[in-house]
């Protein structure tokens, strides 16, 4: 009997799994499965920046780095902050990690300890309360609601803190929900959190993908006070459809960053040397390519939000960003599946099993973000994948049977 630490059965495995196990298999078959599953952008990588890392490459630039990131790579995304952000860092409060989830591990690993408490709204990224989870800390989950956007509200962020609050963890914009906070939403949490001395986590990851001119304000930008209290995090993979290079950064308080990196010191030490030119490349480099792909983003968006509202029974939010939409089916819940066996569809894994088998349509059930009367839906894919998609799902929902 193999004898796992105890650390592994407090971790949920990714409730995605099983959609993504069975999309395969019958893809693997040869039926034609529509994967509207992924968490990445579906276009390739801009060719100004693979040619940062062939030359790099090709320069021999292939050693190990400072465990951090190189002070090019720091200067850029310093550049990046003030530009966009209008924030101001120094060197020692940036940290580059492979991905912007290895920089979330690390802070939740220096920041959290046994009996802390992180509030986390829902619908949230799967990731954040395993990370929270592993730091040995408690996740608490907030609800949040679609009338309010999907966002927290400031009654709702008081009503959740206790003494053992530590940290909020906000997203914005956000997956799954893809809604966004204003500059006025995020200064009333900012007041909160400055009065209560709870440190704000901002994963902002996708903060370049936002729609009919929605603009992006980071929270840490409000004010010398809260930016103390803030952890920035970034990174490249949604933005320069960089997903497989793994580079990531955080930005804050430079003895929340030196712990961040002494822990990245011990486990991978740098991201890779080569991709850390590269992002070098699409921080500084022309930024066309990233318009063009948030242009073909909100053709996307526009149609698919249409098509689900004009179904039967079916509302869906109108995201301000990201590439994901994330519908309420539980109108359906109760509901039967056609045939000689019924089966009971009555959840976010039961409905999202039945239209891969009816629709062949892959989405994630909502469970997994913690809202199970609603599914995840990526529009990272073409348009015309998106169509017929659309086409099967809602034949398959006019098949299910109210019970009797
Ligand atoms: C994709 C994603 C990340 C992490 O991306 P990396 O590839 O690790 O940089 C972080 N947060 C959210 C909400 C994401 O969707």
Partial sequence: MTRLAQRIARIKPSATLE??????????????????????????????????????????????????????????????LKGDNNLSYEKKEILVSCGAKHSLYNLSQVLFDRGDEVIIPAPYWVSYPEQVELADATPVTVMTREEDGFKLTPELF?????????????????????????????????????EKGIYIVSDEIY????????????????????????????????????????????????????????????????????????????????????????????????????????????SCYNPQGAFYVFPNLSRYYGYYTPGTTPQLINNSTTMTGYLLEEAKVAVVPGIAFGADEFVRLSFATSLENITAAMDRMESALAKLKPGS
């Fill in 158 to 194: 008081k009503k959740s803190i206790t003494l053992k609050t530590k940290a909020l963890i906000l997203n914005s914009p956000s997956n799954p929900t893809g809604s966004a906070y204003s500059k006025e939403e995020l200064a009333a949490l900012a007041d909160i959190a400055l």
């Fill in 207 to 314: 903060e370049k993908i936002a729609y009919d001119g929605f603009c992006h304000t980071s929270i840490a930008a409000l004010g010398n006070e809260i930016k103390k209290q803030t952890i920035v995090v970034n990174g490249v993979s949604k933005a320069y459809s960089m997903t497989g290079w793994r580079i990531g950064y955080a930005a804050g308080p430079a003895d929340i960053i030196s712990a961040m990196s002494t822990i990245q010191g011990q486990a991978t030490s740098n991201p890779t040397s080569i991709a850390q030119k590269a992002t070098i490349e699409a921080l500084n480099g022309p930024q066309s390519e990233l318009a063009r792909m948030v242009v073909e983003f909100q053709k996307r968006r526009d149609y698919v939000v249409k098509r689900l509202n004009a179904m039967e029974g079916i």
């Fill in 19 to 80: 959609i993504t196990a069975k999309a395969a298999a019958l893809k693997a078959s040869g039926i034609n499965v529509i994967s509207l599953s992924a968490g990445e952008p579906d276009f390739d990588t801009p060719e100004n920046i693979k040619l940062a890392a062939i030359e790099a490459l090709k320069a021999g630039f292939t050693k190990y780095t400072p465990v951090g990131g190189i002070d090019e790579l720091k200067e850029a995304i310093i550049g990046k």
